[in-house]
C-alpha cells in the first residue's frame, strides 16, 4: 500500500490552491485513467484533489452558436447531449469510438483531455521511461512501438495520445479553459498540448494547479459534412492504430474549408494543417487527397515495427474524404 491524502474541496479557488501549494498532489475526476495507472505504479500522487462536486459538469450554448462544455461532464452526457449531437455530431461521433460504455460513464472530459499514454513501457514502473522518470531511455524505439508516434516523437519519446475525443477537438479548434491562481486562462487546444522533445514528462503546457473547467467549441463551419473513423485490431474497447477526425465544406467540386486531425499517430492529436492547406480551393478526387496527405506525412519518422502506419493513414484519409464528397 502507498499511503496517499484525499481532499473533496468545496470551491474551485480551494482546489487550485491545494495542488498548487502540495508537491504530489493531483485532480481526481472520474479516475478512469489515474486509477489504474496508481495501481500500476506508474504514478503516485501523494493528495487526490476531488473536482467531482465543483459544478463543471453541464452543457451550455453559447450566444454565437458555440459550446461550453464542462471540465467534470461525463463522456457518455456528452456524446449524448441534444446540443452536442445537433452542432457537432463530430464529437459525438469521437466521444462513442472511445473506450467501452461503462469507461464513458465514469469518463470526464477534463480526465480524457489529461489522460496518459497507453504505451506499455510508461505503464510498467518495472521498466525505463522518459515520460515518466526524466532521463532514463526510451526502450521503445528497439522495443515494441507497434502502435506508437509516426510523426512529432523524439529520440526521447515515441509514445502518442490515446484520446479520440481530443482528436475531434483539435478539427474543430477548440479552446480549453484553464482556471490559475491568478484567474482563467483560454488555450487553442493546438497549443495545449506539447510535442515531447526533450522533456516527454510534460503532455501539456498545464502548470502545476491549473484545473480544466471547460472546453469551449466554437460553432461548425456552416454547411459541413464531418465523419470521425478509427482504424483498430478489434471492433470495440481498443485503441485505435490510426483514427482521423474531418470536416468539410464543399462549393460544388471545390474545397472551400477542410479540417483533418489525427489520431493514434503522434504524441498530440495530430492537425494536418499541410494536407488542409493543399486541399482548399481545388477538387477533392483521390489524387488531390493521396498527394495531399503524401506531403503531410513527408515528415514521418517510423520505426521498423509501425512503418504500417504510413500507408495506412494514407488510405484511412483517402477513403474517408472521397467517400464523405460522395455522400
Known amino acids: 500500500m502507498r499511503p496517499f491524502a484525499y481532499a473533496r474541496p468545496t470551491d474551485p479557488a480551494e482546489a487550485v490552491e491545494l495542488v498548487t501549494s502540495t508537491d504530489g498532489a493531483t485532480y481526481l475526476a472520474g479516475g478512469t485513467n489515474l486509477v489504474d495507472l496508481m495501481k500500476l505504479g506508474a504514478t503516485r500522487p501523494t493528495m487526490l484533489v476531488d473536482v467531482g462536486g465543483l459544478g ?14 464542462g471540465g467534470t461532464a461525463r463522456n457518455s452526457d456528452v ?29 470526464t472530459i477534463a480526465g480524457n ?30 522495443g515494441d512501438h507497434r502502435n506508437l508516434s509516426i510523426v512529432g516523437g523524439s529520440e526521447a519519446c515515441i509514445a502518442n495520445h490515446p484520446s ?16 490559475t491562481r491568478d484567474g482563467r486562462r483560454i488555450i487553442p487546444i493546438d497549443d495545449f498540448y ?27 463551419a456552416e454547411g459541413a459534412r464531418v465523419a470521425y473513423r478509427k482504424v483498430r485490431e478489434r471492433a470495440s474497447f481498443a485503441f485505435g492504430l490510426a483514427s482521423l477526425a ?18 493514434a499517430v503522434a504524441p498530440k492529436p495530430w492537425r494536418a494543417r499541410i494536407a488542409e492547406a493543399a486541399l482548399v480551393g481545388g477538387p477533392l478526387t483521390e489524387e488531390t487527397v493521396a498527394s ?33 464528397v460522395g455522400r
Not at 515531447?196 to 461548425?220: H, K, N, Y
Request: hydrophobic share 45%; net charge neutral; with cysteine.
Open 194 to 220: 506539447r510535442l515531447p522533445g526533450d522533456s516527454p514528462d510534460r503532455d501539456t503546457v498545464l502548470e502545476r494547479g491549473w484545473l480544466i473547467e471547460a472546453v469551449e467549441v466554437p460553432p461548425a
Open 292 to 324: 495531399a496527405i503524401d506531403a503531410e506525412l513527408a515528415v514521418a519518422t517510423p520505426l521498423p515495427g509501425n512503418a504500417f502506419k504510413v500507408p495506412l493513414v494514407r488510405r484511412l484519409v483517402v477513403g474517408t474524404v472521397t467517400g464523405m
Open 113 to 142: 483531455l489529461l489522460q496518459r499514454t497507453r504505451c506499455g513501457y510508461f505503464q510498467d514502473a518495472s521498466k525505463p521511461c522518459n515520460k515518466r522518470a526524466p532521463g532514463s531511455g526510451c526502450p521503445a524505439r528497439d
Open 246 to 263: 474531418a470536416s468539410l465544406v464543399t462549393d460544388g467540386d471545390r474545397a472551400v474549408d477542410v479540417r483533418l486531425a489525427l489520431g
Open 79 to 107: 456524446a449524448g447531449h441534444p446540443a452536442v449531437r445537433r452542432g457537432h455530431p463530430l464529437l459525438a461521433m469521437a466521444l462513442l469510438a472511445g473506450a467501452s460504455g461503462q469507461v464513458r460513464n465514469m469518463a
Open 164 to 179: 479520440d475525443m481530443a482528436v475531434a477537438f483539435a478539427a474543430l479548434d477548440a479552446s480549453v479553459v484553464v482556471r
Open 56 to 69: 463543471f459538469d453541464t452543457v451550455d450554448e453559447l450566444d454565437d452558436g458555440g459550446l461550453r462544455i
